[in-house]
């Protein structure tokens, strides 16, 4: 009889299929301990390579975690589900709230490595904000932790010209964030453009997002606009993959 296409695959992918689906089908919950190498080795007659390379798989995926000196475990922490929508709507920062409280229910997030400062704008950042030759740009540089975990690193870029003198150019921005200052200047966003793509970390991110190297991450450019079609902000963001579900609800 002919092999089947999963007779084909690596062995290590055979076994990290089986865990992923003892997984989903409950055996091992959230926080539980995975099959250890040795136990891999001895269940299913392989090398410590393959039983390695098995469990590396499930790590990649954002399905499990090492934790060093103990093993593999499922991971525990819940996806956030990022409501694209929702979360930049008006209604939202105009009333004094985080654009963010709109993702996180009542899980615990923390905004930390903040680091604001005014600098020669980058040319594609030039480029989009129409900025003459020379003029600078507030760049605001933070990392977003969601129970306990790094989840994305954001940098904004906005016209020095626009905020300067103004709680956008402090770490602390206040109620509303940013987009609830720039409406006091004048500059209210009223549009906004969103450009998702997906590649894998450099070595930088994967260290900040505490991820591995084969954990994929998405770039989400935001741009905001003024009136008259003004663009006011632009903001890279790169999320953890493994730690988002990315949700767009409209009407048709």
């Known amino acids: 009889m002919a092999n089947t296409d999963d007779d084909r695959r690596p062995k290590y992918q055979r076994i990290a299929d089986s865990l992923r689906e003892a997984i989903q089908a409950g055996e091992y919950g959230p926080g539980d301990r995975l099959p250890g190498e040795n136990e891999l080795m001895a269940a299913h007659g392989v090398a410590r390579m393959t039983a390695r390379q098995a469990l590396s798989v499930l790590r990649d995926e954002g399905v499990a975690e ?3 000196g103990a093993g593999v475990f499922v991971r525990a922490f819940r996806p956030l589900r990022r409501r694209g929508i929702q979360r930049l709507s008006q209604q939202q920062w105009g009333s004094g709230r985080s654009i963010w409280s709109a993702d996180i229910e009542n899980r615990a997030l923390e905004v930390d490595q903040v680091t604001v400062s005014e600098e020669e704008a ?3 950042i030039s480029a989009v904000l ?3 030759d020379g003029e600078t740009v507030c760049v605001r540089r933070r990392r977003f932790v969601l129970d ?4 994305l690193l954001a940098t904004s870029y906005l016209p020095t010209s626009v905020v300067a003198g103004s709680a956008i150019t402090q770490e602390n921005t206040g109620p509303g964030g940013t987009y609830a ?3 006091e ?10 450009e998702i793509r997906s590649r894998m970390p450099s070595k930088a991110e994967a260290a900040q997002l505490s991820i591995s190297s084969g954990t994929p991450v998405i770039l989400i450019c935001r741009t905001a606009f003024a009136d008259e079609g003004r663009p006011v902000e632009i903001n890279e963001m790169t999320l953890d993959a493994a730690s988002y579900i990315l949700e767009y609800d409209f009407d048709a």
């Open 122 to 124: 980058p040319d594609h």
């Open 181 to 183: 200052r720039l409406a």
């Open 148 to 151: 306990g975990k790094p989840v």
């Open 66 to 68: 090492a934790r060093k």
């Open 130 to 132: 129409d900025l003459a």
């Open 185 to 194: 200047l004048g500059y209210k966003p009223v549009h906004f453009r969103e």
